[in-house]
């Protein structure tokens, strides 16, 4: 029966000749947000996208509160698929080290580590958030989306050397303000390059390994 209405889903010939299409968006509400009960599975087996609402993430005040990791869709994404895989294997990583340091403590984790979870905090805070009183940043086009990817991505492939945490936490705190006041810019302009040029200053400031 799920996989009957979802299957209205598609590409349609309207009565004059024209061609349009009908998207359905479902919404599945398992008790306790558990995805493993039955409906919710065979939903997943026939729809072509998943949103995964987070309780953690909403509690957090991060929004949209869409879990990164739980979510996942079939469709051609605005940046090539290997590219955001090697984005999604930071956030993984980032999240286990998180995960490790409520157990060990921050001074219990190495440096490493701690950058990736560093790293993992800057892309759920400036790529995966949005502030929807922003009229710029309430939402992005093609171009501010692929713009914005290609530098975090430099910042995120980098190999930074620091030793201390305390200077490492409060660098990346300045480039995830950076990229903020960047995201609120609207493209083109003066200002759009200015904080633009910022975040590639503060990323080549950084010790390097």
């Known amino acids: 029966m799920i996989a009957g209405f979802y299957e209205r889903a598609g590409r ?30 065979a939903t997943l087996k026939v729809v072509g996208a998943f949103h995964g609402l ?16 739980d979510s996942w869709s079939k469709y051609r994404s605005v940046i090539e698929q290997p590219r955001v895989e090697a984005m999604r294997t930071i956030l993984r990583k ?37 502030n929807a009183f922003n009229d710029v940043d309430a939402s992005s086009s093609k171009e501010r989306q692929r713009a914005s990817f290609d530098i975090l991505e430099q910042v995120i492939g980098g190999t930074y050397a620091y030793t201390d945490k305390t200077v490492a936490r409060r660098a990346f705190l300045q480039l995830q303000q950076a990229f903020i006041d960047w995201n609120n810019t609207p493209m083109g302009g003066a200002d759009y390059d200015a904080r633009r040029a ?12």
Do not use: C, W
């Open 12 to 41: 349609v010939r309207l009565k004059d000749g024209s061609i349009g299409s009908v998207t359905i968006g479902g919404t599945v509400s398992p008790a306790g947000g558990n995805f493993d009960e039955p409906v919710t599975q």
């Open 94 to 130: 980032g999240s286990d080290v998180e995960q490790m340091m409520k157990v060990v403590g921050e001074e219990g984790t190495a440096m490493e580590d701690f950058v990736v979870f560093l790293k993992k905090e800057l892309i759920d805070a400036v790529y995966l958030q949005q």
């Open 198 to 209: 910022a975040i590639l200053k503060l990323v080549s400031e950084a010790p390097h390994a």
């Open 54 to 69: 987070s309780r953690a993430r909403s509690d957090a005040r991060r929004f949209p509160a869409i879990d990164p990791l």
